[in-house]
């Protein structure tokens, strides 16, 4: 169960007593409110506040107050107008705060993206639960032969069992030796500021996390990437969820020009130009290096 019962009574107190509000209102983004989504073993992440919808960016970009005469078509053509062209302000004016668990080791992937607010509990005031990320089998994999920081094979299962074991039983002992080393029931014991830097970093942690659509597509485009490591991924997904239900035009354009995009160089637009000419070009005659000649047949595959 990802969510403690204190947690569970919080977001019910929460959802059974609405407040009525002058404010704009996402009827897709009202469904998620609140509402935790399970992400791996024991995480999740769920909408604890919003700002904004489809209305407020072209509000913003048109630098008016209301709706004026516009329809909703000239609101999606906006949108993918500010997309398309890479006005990037507009969509800023929209907000959203989410309450995030998560594994230690994934927090630091994440906050690479500098471009939020993060408040994260705290260790050094209160005790972490018992709780680590174990990954399933199907997701064990060896170190890719081709991408130093990627995976490569599924590991067999006799190896993949003994990976497991390793890990199970190395999380136990850390967090049994964490629980004898903190003061407790008179005893006087080591700092939990200190104690807590025995643990691994499957240990689950929370935060709340506030940041701006312009800077949440920007995190998706790259951790909900078929690309990005598992443990972030499925988080990038989850939340890529509830954003096609907040802003729907907008999250539909990030689909097609970011997410189903792809930004060729000065170097590879000429390639495809010379193709489409009817030229046979190879690496050699590309003017590319191995590596951007290997990512630039990607994109011509799809």
């Known amino acids: 169960m990802a ?13 059974s007593a609405p407040s009525e509000t002058l404010r704009a209102t996402a009827p897709g983004m009202e469904r998620h409110l609140y509402n935790a989504h399970d992400v791996l073993d024991h995480g999740f992440v769920r909408v604890i506040d919003y700002m904004g919808d489809d209305a407020a960016i072209c509000q913003a970009a048109r630098v008016s107050y209301g709706k004026g005469t516009k329809s909703v078509q000239n609101d999606e053509g906006l949108i993918r107008y500010l997309m398309r062209h890479w006005h990037s302000t507009p969509f800023e004016m929209c907000e959203i705060k989410l309450h995030v668990k998560l594994p230690v080791f994934v927090a630091r992937q994440w906050i690479r ?10 260790a050094r005031y209160s ?6 990320y174990i990954p399933a089998r199907e997701h064990l994999a060896a170190q890719s032969t081709v991408n130093n920081q990627g995976r490569g094979e599924l590991l067999a299962d006799e190896e993949a069992a003994r990976v497991l074991e390793i890990l199970k039983a190395d999380s136990a002992r850390a967090y049994d030796n964490y629980q004898a080393m903190i003061g407790q029931d008179g005893q006087q014991g080591l700092a939990r500021e200190l104690a ?11 935060w709340y996390w506030k940041v701006d659509l312009h800077n949440l597509f920007h995190f998706l485009r790259l951790r909900a990437d078929p690309h990005a490591q598992y443990e972030i991924r499925v988080y990038a997904e989850a ?18 020009y970011r997410m189903g995009g792809a930004t060729l160089s000065a170097t590879a637009l000429d390639c495809v130009r010379r193709m489409v000419k009817g030229e046979t070009v190879t690496q050699e005659t590309s003017g590319m290096s191995k590596g951007e000649w290997r990512e630039f047949e990607g994109v011509l595959r799809g």
């Open 239 to 256: 939340i890529a969820a509830v954003v096609a239900d907040w802003v729907p035009f907008a999250y539909g354009a990030f689909e097609d």
């Open 127 to 132: 005790i972490l639960d018992r709780e680590f």
């Open 3 to 15: 969510l403690s019962p204190e947690q569970q009574a919080e977001i019910d107190a929460l959802r």
């Open 196 to 206: 807590r830097m025995n643990l691994p970093a499957n240990i689950y942690t929370q």
């Open 113 to 122: 993206h500098r471009t939020a607010n993060v408040n994260e509990y705290s």
